[in-house]
C-alpha cells in the first residue's frame, strides 16, 4: 500500500492558499483516478482505492498544518506503513513557484507541517515532494504570505503542473525513489 500525505489546512478560508498546495495536488490526484475523500479517521479525510493494481491511502489531515504529525503516525502506524512507501506532499517556499523537487530525507526547512511529522515518526528519512510557491516579495510576513490566495497568475501555473504532479505520484508506486528523483527534479 502507498500512503500519499497532501498537507494544507482544512476549511473555505485556506482552500486556495500557497499553505493549502498539498491538498489541491493530492485533490487532482483523487479527481484524476476517480477516488474521493469521503472518510474521516484519526482526524483527517481520506480515501483508499486501487490504481493500476496497486492500493493508494490518500490522506488530508484536518489537524491543520503545525499538527499534520498526528494523524500521519496513526495512519501510518494502524495501516503498517513501510516507511518507503510514504509520500507527503506540501509546499516549499525555496523552490520557484510551481516547480517539483523531490527529496528522500532532510530538516523540516522551517516547514511547521514537515517538522510535526519529523517529531511524530521520529525520522527525517521520509519521501516529499515540494510544490514550488516562491518566497514573499516585498518584505510580507511569511505566515501572512502561506495563508495568502494565490494570484491568478500563481494558480495558472500551479494548474498547469497537475498533470505532472499526478503522474509523479503513480510512478512513485512504480519506479525507486532515486529513479523517480532522477525522472522529476
Known amino acids: 500500500m502507498k500512503m500519499i500525505v497532501g498537507l494544507g489546512n482544512p476549511g473555505k478560508n485556506y482552500e486556495k492558499t500557497r499553505h493549502n498546495v498539498g491538498f489541491i495536488i493530492i485533490d487532482e490526484f483523487a479527481k484524476k483516478n476517480n477516488m474521493?475523500?469521503?472518510?474521516?479517521?484519526?482526524?483527517?479525510?481520506?480515501?483508499?482505492?486501487?490504481?493500476?493494481?496497486?492500493?493508494?491511502?490518500?490522506?488530508?489531515?484536518?489537524?491543520?498544518?503545525?499538527?499534520?504529525?498526528?494523524?500521519?503516525?496513526?495512519?501510518?502506524?494502524?495501516?503498517d506503513i513501510k516507511i518507503e512507501d510514504l509520500l507527503i506532499i506540501y509546499d516549499d517556499l525555496d523552490t520557484k513557484t510551481a516547480n517539483l523537487r523531490l527529496r528522500n530525507k532532510g530538516s523540516s526547512g522551517g516547514h511547521n507541517g514537515i517538522k510535526s511529522i519529523?517529531?511524530?515518526?521520529?525520522?527525517?528519512?521520509?519521501?516529499?515532494?515540494?510544490?514550488?510557491?516562491?518566497?514573499?516579495?516585498?518584505?510580507?510576513?511569511v505566515s501572512d504570505y502561506v495563508l495568502g490566495n494565490?494570484?491568478?497568475?500563481?494558480?495558472?501555473?500551479?494548474?498547469?503542473?497537475?498533470?505532472?504532479?499526478?503522474?509523479?505520484?503513480s510512478d512513485f508506486s512504480k519506479m525507486s525513489f532515486l529513479n523517480l528523483m532522477n525522472k522529476y527534479n
Open 118 to 141: 519529523i517529531s511524530h515518526l521520529n525520522t527525517e528519512n521520509f519521501n516529499r515532494l515540494k510544490i514550488g510557491i516562491d518566497r514573499p516579495k516585498n518584505k510580507m510576513k
Open 36 to 79: 474521493t475523500f469521503d472518510k474521516n479517521k484519526f482526524n483527517a479525510d481520506y480515501s483508499v482505492g486501487y490504481i493500476d493494481g496497486i492500493k493508494y491511502l490518500l490522506i488530508k489531515p484536518n489537524t491543520y498544518m503545525n499538527l499534520s504529525g498526528e494523524a500521519v503516525r496513526k495512519f501510518y502506524d494502524y495501516f
Open 150 to 169: 494565490f494570484s491568478i497568475d500563481e494558480m495558472s501555473e500551479i494548474e498547469s503542473i497537475y498533470e505532472k504532479s499526478c503522474n509523479c505520484i
